[in-house]
């Protein structure tokens, strides 16, 4: 047996880092596909050794699901089938659409480290960050306030208007206004903002629930569907933009780094749900052929947006550019940002030199540096 100095460090063994993926969210398949790509990033070169990894899986009714179901979600790359849910359920001892605390799976305890890649509602929006606050256990990502700002489009432009970030004109409206007569609603956004506008959902992402709006039939249309969707609306003015993208990271004793950007072309009016999701209609360019200031410019707003809604450990932040007129405008900010192998977001790091085995790494051995500061803020 090797003699072991008193004094030498005992070998702590590899960080187990519990991935959650899934989530009762639109974008559901998403997660799964981008919490492969950071299994892959936690498996590769030193990460094999430094970390081990237990994968859970939330299923679109909330239900956590340990290492048995998530692992087998994670291989065939799409979600549970009904099957393989009655049968979780009936090993679980769970009746079909149980809900609440049925106790973790097994595997939780022992996780060091929480890497939520869950994007949307129910992930992205501060719920799972406040779950593991109260549990005191560190995580990856935005905290509660950051994450909660960011996911709100309404919150998330007052934050903005509020740090004297550029933003094209908008209208927050709450589907209650839209109970009785909207005459005076439509007439307001009509001279605030013109045709055509956009009608956004303030909280589901993936372009679901906006339209373009280019007549007043088709804004109380919008404004309808949104509504039926979130009680919370924002309107915008339309721009005529390409659209640009930066990756950050950082943020606790790291400072916030911007990476190259990187621009997002589609076959399309606007990068509606469809696009976003169809093979072919949509491909990005990276570093975003731009002038030098404007490249400069969008990567300094991108670390004001995160320090305006108090995002930290990873952002992606979207801009409109146009190019007539030289304006950048902020259009938002995603706290978990998709992170398959075609994201934008391990991409842009990849460009910028940083590859998906350092990304992924820096991400966790930054889990929680900001929950222990005393004032919680990034110091750069
Ligand atoms: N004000 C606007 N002017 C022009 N296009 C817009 C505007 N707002 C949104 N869009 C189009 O709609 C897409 C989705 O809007 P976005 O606010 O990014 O929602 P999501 O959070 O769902 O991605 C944008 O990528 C862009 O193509
Ligand atoms: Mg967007």
């Given amino acids: 047996m090797p003699e072991v100095s008193p004094t030498a460090p005992a070998n702590p063994g590899p960080v187990r880092v ?4 899934g989530g009762a969210s639109g974008e559901h398949a998403v997660s799964i596909r981008s919490a492969a790509t950071v299994l892959r990033g936690l498996r590769s070169g030193a990460n094999a050794s430094r970390y081990t990894t237990t994968c859970f899986y939330i299923d679109t009714e909330g239900r956590w699901w340990g290492p048995a179901l998530a692992d087998a979600v994670l291989s065939q790359a799409t ?13 679980a001892g769970l009746s079909c659409g149980s809900r609440g ?5 097994a595997g939780a305890r022992e996780v060091a480290v929480w890497f939520p890649v869950l994007h949307g509602p129910n992930g992205e929006d501060g719920t799972i960050q406040g779950l593991f606050t109260l549990m005191q256990v560190p995580f990856v990502g935005s905290g509660v306030l950051g994450s909660a700002v960011g996911m709100d489009k309404q919150a998330m432009k007052a934050a903005f208007a509020a740090a004297g970030l550029p ?6 409206v709450n589907a209650a206004e839209l109970r009785s007569d909207p005459g005076p609603l439509l007439e307001r ?3 605030q903002l013109g045709y055509p506008c956009f009608v956004k959902p303030a909280n589901l992402g993936s372009s679901v629930g906006i339209s373009k709006a280019r007549s007043r039939a088709e804004l109380e249309a919008g404004l309808r569907a949104a509504a039926a969707l979130d009680p919370r609306i924002v309107v915008e003015q339309g721009v005529t933009a390409r659209e640009l993208e930066c990756a950050v990271k950082g ?3 790291a400072p916030l780094q911007a990476s190259v950007l990187g621009e997002i ?17 949509s491909h990005t360019v990276i570093p975003a052929q731009v002038p030098a200031p404007i490249s400069e410019r969008a990567r300094a707003m991108a670390i004001a947006a995160c320090r305006a809604v108090h995002a930290q450990g990873l952002a992606r932040v979207d801009f409109f550019y146009s190019e007539a007129s030289g304006d950048l405008w902020l259009n938002e900010i995603n706290t978990l940002p998709g992170f398959t192998s075609q994201s934008m977001y391990p991409m842009l790091w990849a460009a910028s030199g940083v590859d998906l085995e350092a990304l992924v790494h820096e991400l966790v051995s930054g889990a929680g540096e900001w929950q222990n500061l005393p004032d919680g803020e990034p110091t750069a």
Avoid: H, I
């Avoid at 519990?18 to 993926?21: R, T």
């Avoid at 979600?79 to 090993?91: G, R, T």
């Avoid at 933003?167 to 927050?172: E, G, H, I, S």
């Fill in 265 to 281: 072309c589609f076959d399309a009016d606007w990068y509606d749900y469809e696009t976003k999701y169809s093979e072919g209609r």
């Fill in 167 to 172: 933003q094209v004109p908008y209208a927050c």
């Fill in 101 to 105: 605390l049925s106790g973790f799976p």
């Fill in 251 to 253: 943020g606790g004793a």
């Fill in 189 to 191: 956004l009509e001279q």
């Fill in 79 to 91: 979600p549970a089938s009904p099957e393989q849910l009655a049968a979780a359920l009936q090993q």
């Fill in 18 to 21: 519990g991935l959650v993926f």
